[in-house]
């Protein structure tokens, strides 16, 4: 008889907590509320908005409330980025890609993700509507590509006008470029959460600080010293009769040799080389929304066996094609978006930076410009790299 008691009572005990979980879990549904209207916005954004937990009552995290004034991309209840923040940031971030050559496209992003708080917002979607943390992820890249494009295309520009751009060199990584660019955005739009993308930003923000700091290095300034004396040459050159507005000129052309000449000095490199080096830099530039050129000049200088004469608006062309095939990939093709309003400031400020930085450079030692970026970018790949992988700062503001 007591077995059978005891049998009574577990079965009891275990049809209760059944019961119980289950209205649990029911309960928890029902207090769940799509949005289940676009809310006005359009393509993709406006599908996920419906798919979203509406907020009831108070405004919450991870959630959309429909009467709220609208922000970011039109949601309601998102950050209104300050735009007269978002032209002074670009101000800046053009200054700096004009002047050291590469961490245009790294503040670019330290500006959407931080000082206008997009990266916490997208994180806040994370449990109840993944894809549309990816969704934002990928509004934040393209973000950072159209700033550092039109930055690139600025610095093209002029270096076009003064005959240093090696077309052959530039056509050669720009085909590589298109592909790796289309290859990476068509596989990782839309699948790359915040978190993850902070810490690979973080990775890339460290491996900048690499190559800068290499160029305090004593080695480096001996290869600097002969790219100055390279210059001069070149100099003496244009002095010449007859050699003043010659820009560069090709001699001979195959697909694994190609030889140029530049006021009457010749330079050759590999155009199948070339082109898997910009293969490799698009893959990695557009993944995070960067330029590129941190990796784009040493490609030049050290594989290539390029002067910097003539690197620097080479790169900044490679740059802009990259960002061009990216933002038509992503927007195009992916169907993301930006918030136009921001953008629009930001582009002014990128302009008017960009036109700055070569006029103050020589205002500025090198080597303390390069230390002082170096520090920089030690602060915010420490930033975040921890908080994308270990999900925390370990540096302030934590």
Same mark, same amino acid.
């Given at each position: 008889?007591?077995?059978?008691?005891?049998?009574?009572?577990? !079965?009891?005990?275990?049809?209760?907590?059944?019961?119980?979980?289950?209205? $649990?879990?029911?309960?928890?549904?029902?207090?769940?509320?799509? =949005?289940?209207?676009?809310?006005?916005?359009?393509?993709?954004?406006?599908?996920?908005?419906?798919?979203?937990?509406?907020?009831?009552?108070?405004?919450?995290?991870?959630?959309?409330?429909?009467?709220?004034?609208?922000?970011?991309?039109?949601?309601?209840?998102?950050?209104?980025?300050?735009?007269?923040?978002?032209?002074?940031?670009?101000?800046?971030?053009?200054?700096?890609?004009?002047?050291?050559?590469?961490?245009?496209?790294?503040?670019? &992003?330290?500006?959407?993700?931080?000082? $206008?708080?997009?990266?916490?917002?997208?994180?806040?979607?994370?449990?109840?509507?993944?894809?549309?943390?990816?969704?934002?992820?990928?509004?934040?890249?393209?973000?950072?590509?159209?700033?550092?494009?039109?930055?690139?295309?600025?610095?093209?520009?002029?270096?076009?006008?003064?005959?240093?751009?090696?077309?052959?060199?530039?056509?050669?990584?720009?085909?590589?470029?298109?592909?790796?660019?289309?290859?990476?955005?068509?596989?990782?739009?839309?699948?790359?959460?915040?978190?993850?993308?902070?810490?690979? !930003?973080?990775?890339?923000?460290?491996? =900048?600080?690499?190559?800068?700091?290499?160029?305090?290095?004593?080695?480096?300034?001996?290869?600097?010293?002969?790219?100055?004396?390279?210059?001069?040459?070149?100099?003496?050159?244009?002095?010449?009769?007859?050699?003043?507005?010659? &820009?560069?000129?090709?001699?001979?052309?195959?697909?694994?040799?190609?030889?140029?000449? $530049?006021?009457?000095?010749?330079?050759?490199?590999?155009?199948?080389?070339?082109?898997?080096?910009?293969?490799?830099?698009?893959?990695?530039?557009?993944?995070?929304?960067?330029?590129?050129?941190?990796?784009?000049?040493?490609?030049?200088?050290?594989?290539?066996?390029?002067?910097?004469?003539?690197?620097? &608006?080479?790169?900044?062309?490679?740059?802009?094609?990259?960002?061009?095939?990216?933002?038509?990939?992503?927007?195009?093709?992916?169907?993301?978006?930006?918030?136009?309003?921001?953008? &629009?400031?930001?582009?002014?400020?990128? $302009?008017?930076?960009?036109?700055?930085?070569?006029?103050?450079?020589?205002?500025?030692?090198?080597?303390?410009?390069?230390?002082? !970026?170096?520090?920089?970018?030690?602060?915010?790949?420490?930033?975040?790299?921890?908080?994308?992988?270990?999900?925390?700062?370990? =540096?302030?503001?934590?």
């Amino acid at each position: 008889m007591k077995k059978i008691a005891d049998k009574k009572i577990l !079965f009891i005990f275990l049809l209760t907590f059944v019961l119980g979980w289950g209205a $649990f879990l029911t309960l928890n549904a029902a207090d769940t509320v799509l =949005v289940g209207d676009n809310l006005g916005l359009s393509g993709k954004l406006g599908e996920l908005i419906a798919k979203t937990p509406k907020c009831l009552g108070e405004a919450a995290k991870g959630c959309i409330n429909p009467g709220a004034p609208r922000g970011y991309l039109g949601i309601p209840g998102a950050p209104t980025p300050n735009l007269i923040l978002g032209f002074l940031w670009a101000i800046w971030v053009g200054w700096i890609f004009s002047t050291v050559g590469a961490f245009g496209g790294i503040m670019a &992003g330290v500006g959407h993700i931080t000082i $206008f708080g997009l990266a916490d917002y997208a994180k806040s979607f994370k449990k109840t509507n993944v894809a549309l943390n990816k969704f934002l992820t990928d509004t934040i890249r393209v973000s950072n590509m159209f700033l550092v494009g039109l930055s690139g295309a600025v610095s093209s520009w002029n270096y076009w006008k003064m005959k240093r751009i090696v077309a052959p060199l530039a056509i050669a990584m720009a085909i590589g470029a298109v592909g790796g660019a289309v290859g990476i955005a068509e596989l990782t739009a839309g699948k790359v959460s915040l978190k993850s993308y902070i810490g690979y !930003f973080g990775l890339a923000v460290f491996a =900048v600080a690499g190559f800068m700091w290499y160029g305090t290095t004593a080695k480096a300034r001996a290869k600097n010293k002969a790219a100055k004396e390279a210059a001069k040459r070149f100099q003496e050159n244009a002095q010449k009769e007859g050699a003043t507005n010659e &820009g560069v000129k090709l001699v001979k052309f195959s697909l694994n040799e190609c030889i140029f000449s $530049f006021l009457g000095v010749e330079f050759k490199f590999n155009p199948i080389l070339a082109g898997l080096g910009g293969l490799t830099i698009a893959i990695i530039a557009v993944f995070l929304g960067i330029g590129g050129g941190f990796l784009l000049v040493p490609f030049m200088t050290d594989i290539v066996k390029l002067p910097m004469f003539i690197v620097a &608006g080479t790169s900044a062309f490679i740059v802009l094609i990259k960002m061009i095939v990216g933002i038509f990939t992503y927007i195009v093709l992916k169907g993301a978006t930006v918030y136009w309003p921001l953008i &629009g400031a930001e582009l002014v400020g990128i $302009f008017l930076g960009s036109m700055i930085g070569p006029r103050t450079q020589k205002y500025i030692p090198d080597i303390w410009l390069k230390r002082l !970026f170096v520090i920089l970018a030690i602060y915010v790949g420490l930033r975040y790299t921890s908080k994308g992988f270990l999900g925390y700062s370990i =540096v302030p503001p934590y």
